[in-house]
């Protein structure tokens, strides 16, 4: 008896992580232009916007017509710096929206934050010295939840 309770709580609990992962695989700047790009998108770099950022060496941009559904990709020279960009994305989202569900998740080199907002869904995940960012109308986060799986950002 005692032994298939065991078996239960281990099978449960192998359900339960096989979608979280211990590392996570950075991409760079050409997959996410590819990524955006395959998904309909148009990738501008604003790398010259950011200058007086500390550290960052790339920052792309790819939104829809109306700019309602956008996706950004940050590059930095080192993941303390990456690190630090998350923590301040984070603290303006938690300050600025009132939340209805949110969740975080941190693996051996990635962070992850999901956050629903009154209307606005906000997706956020660094993996090493690299920092994803979306947000889009609550109705489209399963598009941003499905490409952020894609370039495995999730």
């Known amino acids: 008896m005692c032994y298939s309770v065991f078996i239960m709580i281990f099978a449960s609990l192998a359900v339960i992580f096989s979608d979280l992962e211990i590392k996570k695989r950075v ?21 010259y916007l ?50 209805k569900d949110y969740s975080s998740y ?6 992850v934050f999901k956050m629903e907002g009154a209307k606005d869904y906000y997706h956020l995940c660094k993996v090493d010295n690299t920092l994803f960012y979306a ?12 490409f952020a799986k894609e370039v495995g950002y999730n």
């Open 27 to 47: 991409i760079d700047k050409q997959q996410f232009i590819m990524a955006a790009n395959e998904a309909g998108f148009e990738v501008t770099d604003d790398t």
């Open 50 to 99: 950011f200058e007086g950022v500390r550290g960052l060496d790339t920052a792309l941009n790819a939104s829809n017509s109306d700019n309602s559904l956008t996706y950004q990709f940050y590059v930095f020279d080192n993941r303390d710096t990456a690190d630090d960009e998350f923590d301040i994305f984070r603290k303006t989202l938690d300050n600025t929206f009132v939340t």
């Open 106 to 111: 941190v693996g051996q080199n990635y962070l």
């Open 135 to 146: 947000k889009s109308p609550n109705e489209e986060r399963l598009q941003v939840r499905d």
